[in-house]
C-alpha cells in the first residue's frame, strides 16, 4: 500500500504459516488475522463494502495529520491506517485489480485488534477515540464480511451514536445517498463516482473533525496542529519522520506539543534530516518506531528497554535543553 512508509512499527515481517499445517484453519495468533470469504465481494454487498469504507473516512480522521495528542502510538496509528486503507480502497479498488487486497484488510483488521488489547493505561480510553476504532473494527468486518447485512447494520448504528444530535441526520442522508449512487452505476454497469463519494465524505470528516478537537480540548487534552514550521532543513520524509516521533513523545509522556518539539529537534541537531540515501540519517532513523525513539530521547534509554508494554514510570526525563 501506498501509505506504509507511515507505520514503520507495523513493517516487520509477519511469519509465514505452512498450508500443510494441521493447525491450518486456526486464526494466527501473532500476524494479520486470515479474511474470510476468500471471494472478493460483488454487486450488492460491493456497495456495502464501499459505503461502510465511507463510514471510516467520516469519522476517523481525528489524528489526521499526524499531530501530537494523549494517545499512545499504536491507537494513533491504528486510526490512521484505517482511514487511509479505506481511502484508498476507494480511490484505487478493492480485489485482484485493486490496489488493495485481502492482506492490507486482514493487516489492518488485526492492528485495530491488537490496540483493543492495549492495557487501559497505555491506551487512554476515551469515549470519542474508543468509539472510532469500534467503527472502524465494525467497517473491516463488513470488508472481510460483506454478505452479513447485520454487520453492516452494527457499522451503520454506530456511525450514528457517533454522529450525534447534531450530525446524524446529516450521516443517513449521506449513507442513503451513497449507497443509491452505488447501486445507480452498478445496474447501469459502470463503475461509480467515488472521488465525488469521497470527497462528499472528506467535507463531512473535516466538520466533525473541527468539533471533536474542540470538545476534547475543552475536557483539557492537548492536541496539537500539523506542523510545518521546522527550524532545520527537511524533506517531505524528514518533516514526516520528525511529526511522528513529536507525536509519539508528546503523547507517551504527556509533555505538551512545544515540549516535545524542543526535545526532539536539540537531539537530531546534528543529523541531516535531508540525507534520504540508503545509509543516510533518515534511513538509520526508520529502523527504530516513532514511540521508540520517544522513549531514547525522553528518558535516554535503550531501544530495547522503552518497547510499548515496558514500565517507564520509575524514570526520570534527561533535562530539558536550554
Known sequence: MEDDDAFPEFDDEFPE????DE?????PEDGPEALEPAAFPEGAQEDRVRAAALMVVRYCSLLLPVVATPWFGPVRNCLIRAHGTAELLLREGYGPDGAVGAFDIGLTRWILKGVTEL?????RPEESVDGQRELARAAYDVVADPADEERFAEACALAERLAGPEFVAEERELRARDLAELAEAREGGREPDTEALWARADAFAGRYADRLRTELRAAGHHIGEEMTDFPVPVTERGADTVRHIVAALA???GVSEEEARVRVFAYFADWDLTDESEVGDLDHIGHQTP??????????LEFHEVGPAADLSGHEPWPLPE
Do not use: N, S, T, V
Open 119 to 123: 492495557p487501559e493505561a497505555a491506551r
Open 251 to 253: 503523547g507517551r509522556f
Open 23 to 27: 493447525d491450518d484453519d486456526e486464526e
Open 291 to 300: 514511540e521508540e525513539w520517544a522513549g531514547r530521547i525522553y528518558l535516554g
Open 17 to 20: 504459516f505452512d498450508e500443510d
